[in-house]
């Protein structure tokens, strides 16, 4: 990134983890934030080590926990609606970032011929004990052999953002479909919460993106925006997590309307609080 092109944004703490505080600076010419200081690949790991780190465990300790479960459970069906209505029939998926499994498992259900990646130890192991063999890179995955590759709420949490795109291009069948869900720092909630925004997640997130830095970023690589669709439900477990930051409790009742007012105000923005990006290989 050149520096020159870069403007401060915002201050945000660890909330999670470690307590530190990351400036996020604004690239001007992709709509990007970037995570600064970014903690290099050898250090990245301890930012993991929480028990509060959903995406890595099967916990359903508390009614935060279950109701993420719940909704978790409901939209991996809707997942494997659109990937197989993308080609109109199962083919060949990867899911890079597969956590412990469970969306590889649903649409293995529904004919898919799946791999998966997942770098985290705990995840992967939790995935085993459900029959899924995941890889921990994707180095040894063969070129052009997925017709479909899935990252929900991976794309912000890789160290190297070009060469992870110029990746995706090497394993993407021609034609083949790249489906991308990240956080989206314009919307509603994330004005409104500011530096308690959840969705920022630094240092875990490292970028930060609009929907002009998805176009933009892809188009390099000759991998296209095909159309945007919405997140619905991650306004409301946004602004749980965001309470509990500002607040220091969940306040069910106001997060849900600001959740609400955000799904409410992208209906005429189009900023919703998290997008899915289906975008195709030329």
């Known amino acids: 990134m050149n520096k ?74 809707k997942k494997v609606k659109l990937i ?21 498992l649903e649409a293995s259900k529904n004919d898919w011929k799946i791999e998966g990646v997942e770098p985290n130890d705990q995840a992967r192991g939790l995935a085993i004990e459900k029959g899924m063999a995941l890889q921990s890179d994707t180095a040894n995955l063969p070129a052009k052999s997925f017709d479909v590759i899935t990252m929900w709420h991976v794309l912000e949490h890789v160290p190297n953002l070009r060469a992870q795109i110029i990746e995706l291009k090497r394993l993407l069948k021609p034609q083949g479909y790249l489906i991308v869900a990240v956080p989206n720092f314009k919307s509603y909630d994330a004005n409104y919460y ?50 509990k930051y500002k607040n220091g409790k969940m306040n069910f009742f106001k997060a849900f309307w600001i959740g609400f007012l955000s799904n409410l105000k992208a209906k005429r923005s189009k900023q919703y609080s998290s997008h899915i990006y289906i975008l195709k290989n030329e």
């Open 4 to 77: 020159e092109k870069l403007e401060f944004y915002l201050e945000c703490k660890d909330h999670t983890v470690s307590n530190e505080r990351f400036t996020l600076y604004r690239d001007k010419d992709l709509d990007l934030l970037i995570t600064t200081p970014k903690p290099d690949e050898g250090s990245l790991g301890k930012y993991y080590e929480s028990e509060d780190y959903i995406s890595h465990t099967d916990a359903k300790r508390s009614v935060f926990e279950k109701l993420y479960h719940i909704v978790k459970k409901y939209s991996l069906n």
């Open 84 to 104: 197989t209505g993308l080609n109109g029939e199962a083919g060949s998926l990867l899911d890079i970032g597969a956590g412990t499994g469970d969306f590889l």
């Open 194 to 243: 500011k530096s308690f925004w959840a969705a920022y997640d630094v240092p875990r997130h490292l970028w930060h993106f609009s929907k002009n830095a998805i176009k933009i970023l892809f188009d390099k690589e000759g991998i296209r925006l095909e159309k945007t669709m919405p997140l619905i439900f991650d306004s409301f477990y946004v602004s749980l997590l965001s309470e």
